[in-house]
Nanobody, 125 residues
Framework: QVQLVESGGGLVQAGGSLRLSCAAS????????MGWFRQAPGNERRFVAA????????AYALSVKGRFTIARDNATNRVYLQMNGLKSEDTAVYYC??????????????????WGQGTQVTVSS
C-alpha cells in the first residue's frame, strides 16, 4: 500500500507560478515512476508529467512542456511539479500517482496503482 498526499494547490493569476508537492509513504519499494495528472470539470483525467523513481527520465504532456517541471526528492519521498506561465486551461484538480509499471507506460493513466486525493489549481484571467 502506498499513500500519496498532494499539497500546494490554490488560486493563481494567469502567467503566475505554483509548485505542487506530493508526499509518498507506505510500501514504495516497487514504485518505478511517479506522475502528475489533472482533471478539469467534464473532462477525463489526463497525463501531465512523470518522472522515474530511480533515474533521471522525465516525460511531459505537450501542453505543459517548457512550462512545467517535475522533480523528486528520494530522501523525503516527495515529488514536485513546478508550474510556470500558468494559463486558464491549466485549471483542474491535480493528482499525484505512482506506478510499478515499466517506464514506457508512465504516460498512461491506467498504468498507475495509487492515487492521491487531488489538489485544486485555479488559474484566473
Amino acid at each position: 500500500q502506498v499513500q500519496l498526499v498532494e499539497s500546494g494547490g490554490g488560486l493563481v493569476q494567469a502567467g503566475g507560478s505554483l509548485r505542487l508537492s506530493c508526499a509518498a509513504s507506505g510500501r514504495t519499494f516497487s514504485t518505478n515512476a511517479m506522475g502528475w495528472f489533472r482533471q478539469a470539470p467534464g473532462n477525463e483525467r489526463r497525463f501531465v508529467a512523470a518522472i522515474r523513481w530511480s533515474g533521471s527520465s522525465t516525460a511531459y504532456a505537450l501542453s505543459v512542456k517548457g512550462r512545467f517541471t517535475i522533480a523528486r526528492d528520494n530522501a523525503t519521498n516527495r515529488v514536485y511539479l513546478q508550474m510556470n506561465g500558468l494559463k486558464s486551461e491549466d485549471t483542474a484538480v491535480y493528482y499525484c500517482a505512482s506506478t510499478s509499471a515499466h517506464w514506457d507506460f508512465a504516460v498512461q493513466v491506467g498504468a498507475y496503482d495509487y492515487w492521491g486525493q487531488g489538489t485544486q489549481v485555479t488559474v484566473s484571467s
